[in-house]
C-alpha cells in the first residue's frame, strides 16, 4: 500500500517567499521535499511553475478560495479572490489537481442553511472546475468542528452534504483544538480526505484560529495525535505540514517535522 507523500503549505513561508520565491522553494528542496502545496498562485503562476521545475517540485494540491466570491477576511487580513476561472486556469499551469478552499468565516458555520449555502456553491465549483479537469476540496480550522448542528459538527453536516467529488483536507491542529478527535474524525471522514495538515503544538482551552497562535510546533512535538491519525489512514494521498506561524527559524520546524513524518509513514 502506498505511503502519503510528504507535501508544505507554501503559506508557511509567505514572507520568505515575498523576498525570494526561487530560493525558498530551493530551500525547501534541499529539505527533500518533492511535493507542496502552493497558496496565493493565481497571480504569479508563471514564476511558480518555473523554480518548481527548477528544484523538481510539484503541486497536486493548492489553496485558493471558491465559496465566497469577494474579499474574505482571514486571522491574516483580507484576502482577495479571483474569479474562478482565472483560478482554475492558474492550476491546470501548475499542474494542481485538487484546489481546496482554505477558509470560510465562522458565522457561516452556525445554522443548516449556512452550511447548504457552502455546500451548493462548493459544489457549482466543483462542476467548473471538472471542465478544466480538476477537482476542488475544502480546508477546516476549529470553528467547523467546535459548532455543533442537530448533534453533529457542522463539518460532518457539510461533508454529507457535498458532491461525491468534493474532497476534504483535515487540519489535524485545528480538528483537535475544535474538540474533534482526529483520529476518529478522519476514519468517519474516509476517502473523501485527500489531505491532512499534519500541524502540531500546544492545545490549550479555548485556542482558536483567531488567536493566531505563536507556539505550533514541528509536527511530533506537541499535542495533535499524528502518528496515531496517520496509522489509521495508511492510504491518504498527501500529509502537508503546516505552520500557521512559527516562533523559530520556519525552515529548519519543516525539515524537523520532515524527519518525523519520513520516520512515521
Same mark, same amino acid.
Given at each position: ?6 507535501s508544505?503549505?507554501?503559506y508557511s ?9 526561487d ?13 507542496v ?20 517540485l510539484?503541486?497536486p494540491t493548492a489553496?485558493?478560495?471558491l ?13 482577495s ?15 494542481v ?7 470560510? /468565516?465562522?458565522?457561516?458555520? =452556525? ?22 479537469? $480538476? ?6 480550522? %476549529?470553528?467547523?468542528?467546535?459548532s455543533?448542528i442537530?448533534g ?9 452534504l ?5 474532497l476534504?483536507?483535515? %487540519? ?17 471522514l474516509? %476517502?473523501? #480526505? ?11 482551552p479555548?485556542? =482558536? ?13 506537541g499535542d #495533535?495525535? $499524528? ?9 491518504l ?11 523559530g ?5 519543516? /525539515? ?10
Amino acid at each position: 500500500m502506498p505511503k502519503p507523500e510528504i507535501s508544505v503549505q507554501l503559506y508557511s513561508i509567505h514572507t520568505a517567499l515575498g523576498e525570494d520565491l526561487d530560493g525558498s522553494l530551493a530551500k525547501l528542496a534541499g529539505i527533500g521535499l518533492k511535493t507542496v502545496e502552493a497558496f496565493d498562485f493565481v497571480r504569479r503562476a508563471d514564476e511558480l511553475k518555473e523554480s518548481f521545475d527548477r528544484h523538481g517540485l510539484t503541486s497536486p494540491t493548492a489553496h485558493a478560495i471558491l465559496i465566497e466570491d469577494e474579499g474574505v477576511t482571514t486571522p491574516d487580513g483580507l484576502l482577495s479572490v479571483p474569479p474562478a476561472e482565472e483560478t482554475f486556469a492558474a492550476a491546470a499551469t501548475l499542474g494542481v489537481e485538487v484546489v481546496i478552499d482554505p477558509f470560510v /468565516a465562522p458565522d457561516r458555520w =452556525t445554522t443548516l442553511a449556512d452550511v447548504q449555502r457552502s455546500a451548493d456553491r462548493l459544489n457549482a465549483r466543483a462542476e467548473q472546475a471538472a471542465r478544466a479537469g $480538476l477537482k476542488v476540496g475544502y480546508h477546516n480550522h %476549529d470553528h467547523e468542528l467546535s459548532s455543533m448542528i442537530d448533534g453533529r459538527p457542522a463539518l460532518e453536516v457539510f461533508a454529507d452534504l457535498l458532491d461525491p467529488s468534493v474532497l476534504l483536507e483535515v %487540519d489535524l491542529y485545528w480538528a483537535t483544538a475544535g474538540g474533534a478527535d482526529p483520529v476518529e474524525l478522519v476514519q468517519r471522514l474516509g %476517502d473523501r #480526505v485527500v489531505a491532512v495538515h499534519a500541524k502540531d503544538g500546544p492545545i490549550r482551552p479555548g485556542i =482558536t484560529a483567531a488567536d493566531l497562535p505563536t507556539d505550533q510546533q514541528p509536527a511530533g512535538q506537541g499535542d #495533535v495525535p $499524528l502518528a496515531a491519525v496517520l496509522a489509521a489512514a495508511p492510504s491518504l494521498p498527501y500529509a502537508v505540514i503546516e505552520f500557521d506561524h512559527y516562533a523559530g527559524d520556519v525552515f529548519d520546524g519543516i /525539515a524537523q517535522s520532515y524527519r518525523f513524518l519520513s520516520s512515521t509513514l
